[in-house]
């Protein structure tokens, strides 16, 4: 069974411009969430999806969004880009059984320059 | 916010076992303990959790005081694979995606 897919692997913006992340979970995972992980703040939880319907969301601005498909398949977006953004994203999914046991992918590396 | 303590970094032997301590003397009655690493350039992994009891599977051990207030994982024969940082998390089941993952503990398998 295919694991977690996020695309693109590495991604180069500007200030000031946005970006979308992609994310395809495992073949019947339902739930998908979104973390950012940057050397001084660590793992941080952004959001999470279920059924297209945004379930949680962590402390972060406006700025970040996101979206989730019929199909389960996410996305986020990041608009009017800081250089603070610059980070490794990262998309997990789980079955709604288990919601606590996350597969992670291996992430986007997004460098704002 | 921070639920855990764990030692920064911690070495150990190829082939021996590789015990991972965490505090946790703040645990609430419903708050399980997580389990999870991240090699170097992965997402994290999960690899156990439990409530009070002693958990064991293919991965580790995990071993809760009686108290509940401290842990331990177990890697019983430590591979050069198992080199990674590992993230202790204490928090409800069943809230979601929602891990505070803190800084963790960076262990190095030494051949």
């Known amino acids: 069974k295919a694991g977690v897919t996020q695309t693109p692997r590495y991604l180069i913006k500007t200030r000031g411009q946005q970006v979308t992340l992609s994310c395809s979970p495992i073949?019947?995972?339902?739930?998908v969430s979104w973390y950012q992980q940057t050397p001084g703040q660590g793992l941080q939880f952004l959001f999470e999806?279920?059924?297209?319907?945004?379930?949680n969301k962590g402390n972060f601005p406006g700025r970040f969004s996101g979206r989730q498909f019929s199909n389960s398949r996410s996305e986020m977006n990041v608009s009017t880009l800081e250089l603070g953004d610059s980070a490794l994203y990262l998309c997990?999914?789980?079955?709604?059984?288990?919601?606590?046991?996350?597969?992670f992918g291996s992430g986007t590396q997004l460098s704002v320059l | 916010d921070a639920k855990t303590t764990q030692p920064p970094s911690m070495d150990c032997a190829e082939g021996r076992a590789a015990n991972l301590p965490c505090n946790h003397s703040?645990?609430?009655?419903?708050?399980?303990v997580y389990w999870y690493r991240q090699i170097h350039s992965q997402g994290p992994q999960y690899i156990i959790h439990?409530?009070?009891n002693n958990e064991t599977n293919e991965m580790a051990s995990l071993i809760i005081t009686e108290d509940r207030k401290s842990s331990t994982l177990i890697l019983p024969h430590a591979t050069l694979r198992d080199t990674a940082v590992y993230y202790c998390?204490?928090?409800?089941?069943?809230?979601?995606?929602?891990?505070?993952f803190g800084t963790g503990t960076s262990l190095t398998v030494i051949p």
């Open positions: 997990a999914s789980s079955l709604e059984g288990v919601r606590e046991k996350l597969f």
């Open positions: 073949s019947g995972h339902r739930s």
């Open positions: 999806y279920f059924s297209e319907t945004q379930r």
């Open positions: 703040t645990i609430s009655g419903n708050e399980y």
């Open positions: 439990g409530l009070k």
């Open positions: 998390i204490v928090r409800v089941e069943g809230t979601g995606n929602q891990f505070y």
